[in-house]
């Protein structure tokens, strides 16, 4: 695992004079706040998340606090799991899970193909019944 404390430098270009006041995060900072924030969107514990990504939970939470980078293939494997490609972690502003479905879908990731399919007719029968009884209170 790298230990380096990496930090993005602003360009310092004549042309770019515009961008000099920018204050660029450093890359263990972003990375770590990225991972905690959308673990934390997906409703995931840090030892559910390690163990998804086959690490220790010690591990992943030094990747949190900004104390350990992940090496190459141990950052892809968080981006899979936390359903964001390797670009929104390392980014300043990274997307929010607010669709729903980013949520269920994590949830969902370890199930069998029979689960899920049991899971989604729940779930629909569920919303159907809600739905109605919304529509109903409305009367």
Not at 16 to 43: F, M, Q
Not at 50 to 73: C, I, N, Y
């Amino acid at each position: 695992m790298l230990t380096l404390n990496a930090t993005l430098m602003a360009d310092t270009h004549p042309s770019h004079s515009a961008y000099s006041d920018v204050k660029v995060e450093p890359l263990t900072v972003r990375l770590s706040k990225n991972i905690a924030c959308r673990r934390r969107e997906l409703g995931l514990t840090q030892a559910q998340l390690a163990e998804k990504v086959g690490v220790d939970t010690e591990t992943l939470s030094r990747f949190e606090r900004g104390k350990h980078l992940p090496s190459l293939a141990t950052l892809e494997k968080l981006a899979n799991q936390l359903l964001i490609s390797v670009a929104d972690l390392l980014a300043e502003q990274t997307k929010s899970a607010d669709d729903d479905a980013l949520i269920l879908t994590s949830w969902l990731s370890d199930l069998s193909p029979t689960d899920k399919i049991f899971i989604h007719s729940i779930l629909k029968q569920c919303c159907d019944y809600l739905k109605t009884k919304s529509t109903l209170s409305n009367l």
